[in-house]
């Protein structure tokens, strides 16, 4: 079972590139999100998705689209990217949000360092 | 927002000493977890408490919430070298129906052998 699937593992961009993150779960997750990783900074999210069709901004999505065409994937696409964006990027993963907001474990991918030159 | 926030930033310990990590967080919660992180990895899930449970076990750690002071403590006994990592507490939001899991920054935990 390979659980969540984060490709690739290193990129080096120049200012105003564009490139798109890759995730995938194998998990039938409803639930799927991005986290940008800062030292410092703890975990901060950008974008999540609830189902195939669904996504909403979390506390950091500024120049980043998401999409959610499948259960199985979702995609994070840096449009122009930024020095800004130089970070670690997490995709993790988890079954359905419970009543009142109640969310279960997340599972993790390995995660992409990025850097922007 | 609803950000965790872990105490003390760092802990240095030697082999076979108890770590106690602490954190606290601002709003009303359905679940309080507790994750790790390997130099350069991704995040391991460690143990989830319930906002009606006041203490769970799981092999070596411990993990107690106090609702009332909006604070958990993740306690490692007998600490080995492989506990080094930094750990996590992460929160969701009771007054929201999005389930969303908001971080802390992190307690970097140093075992030494």
């Known amino acids: 079972n390979a659980g969540v699937t984060q490709t690739p593992k290193f990129q080096v961009l120049k200012t105003g590139q564009s490139m798109t993150l890759q995730c995938a779960q194998d998990m039938n997750h409803e639930y799927m999100s991005w986290y940008r990783q800062d030292p410092g900074m703890g975990l901060r999210l950008i974008h999540y998705s609830v189902g195939a069709g669904i996504t909403d901004q979390g506390e950091v999505p500024n120049g980043y689209n998401v999409s959610r065409s499948t259960t199985e994937d979702f995609p994070l696409r840096l449009l122009s990217a930024a020095p800004s964006q130089t970070s670690v990027y997490f995709c993790?993963?988890?079954f359905g949000v419970g009543t009142g907001g109640r969310r279960e474990k997340l599972f993790f991918g390995s995660g992409t360092q990025l850097s922007v030159l | 927002s609803q950000q965790g926030e872990e105490d003390p930033q760092a802990l240095s310990i030697q082999e076979g000493e108890n770590a106690t990590m602490n954190c606290s967080y601002k709003t009303s919660i359905n679940n309080l977890q507790w994750y790790r992180q390997n130099s350069g990895r991704g995040l391991v899930h460690l143990i989830l408490i319930r906002s009606n449970e006041r203490e769970k076990h799981s092999g070596r750690l411990r993990v107690t919430l106090d609702t009332s002071k909006k604070s958990s403590s993740l306690l490692i006994t007998a600490s080995r070298a492989a506990d080094t990592a930094s750990y996590f507490c992460a929160t969701d939001d009771r007054g929201s129906t999005l389930g969303r899991l908001y971080f802390g920054r992190g307690t970097q935990l140093t075992v030494w052998p």
């Open positions: 993790a993963s988890s």
